[in-house]
């Protein structure tokens, strides 16, 4: 009888390992994209987590009648019934420009709980002289969270940190995790400023 837990949990740990060797995250920006998405394709990802498999897609559209403006299109999608269908999507838009952070997209489980988060930076009106806008968003437990981070052009301007106040009702590791990678970003960018974690 005492033998029994230790195969039962023997089983259990075998069959999380199982599962984690079934997740991936694959770049297919180069790939064809099977979802219909708006605009220029601007980064790709395919992944599986526990959840099934799921698309990340953004794009930008630029419009120049009746005014100027570029949209920024985050979109993701998961596998059903043999087609992938929408989850989730976030647009926003500028008069001057939208400036997506290739390098600093991320998708990967946070909280390890076999369930992939996907973060992706961008700038808004990154040459308009006045500073510029960036905004980090994650997508966790299908919310949006959004930090946004005014970076000053000048000296006497001041570089200004805001949270939604969503996250306050995020699990305390995942805020941490994503003001920590701000913060990296802030450091490898040299842009004069940082979160303290409250």
Do not use: C
């Amino acid at each position: 009888m005492p033998f029994k837990p230790r195969i039962l949990a023997l089983l259990v740990a075998f069959s999380l390992q199982q599962a984690k060797a079934q997740q991936y995250v694959k770049d297919i920006y180069h790939d064809k994209i099977p979802v219909d998405y708006t605009g220029k394709l601007r980064d790709a990802y395919e992944f599986k987590d526990a959840a099934g498999l799921h698309l990340y897609i953004v794009s930008k559209f630029e419009q120049e009648k009746p005014t100027n403006k570029v949209s920024i299109f985050g979109t993701g999608y998961t596998l059903v019934n043999g087609a992938f269908v929408k989850d989730w999507s976030i647009t926003d838009f500028s008069g001057l420009d939208v400036l997506l952070k290739y390098n600093y997209t991320k998708v990967i489980d946070i909280d390890r709980d076999g369930i992939y988060e996907t973060i992706f930076v961008y700038e808004l009106d990154p040459n308009d002289g006045m500073g510029s806008t960036w905004k980090l968003m994650l997508h966790y437990k299908n919310k949006k969270y959004v930090l946004r981070v005014h970076v000053p052009s000048e000296d006497d301007d001041n570089y200004n940190v805001q949270l939604d106040k969503t996250f306050d009702a995020l699990p305390k590791s995942v805020k941490k995790y994503v003001i920590d990678y701000w913060n990296a970003i802030a450091d490898e960018l040299d842009l004069k400023g940082r979160y303290d974690i409250k």
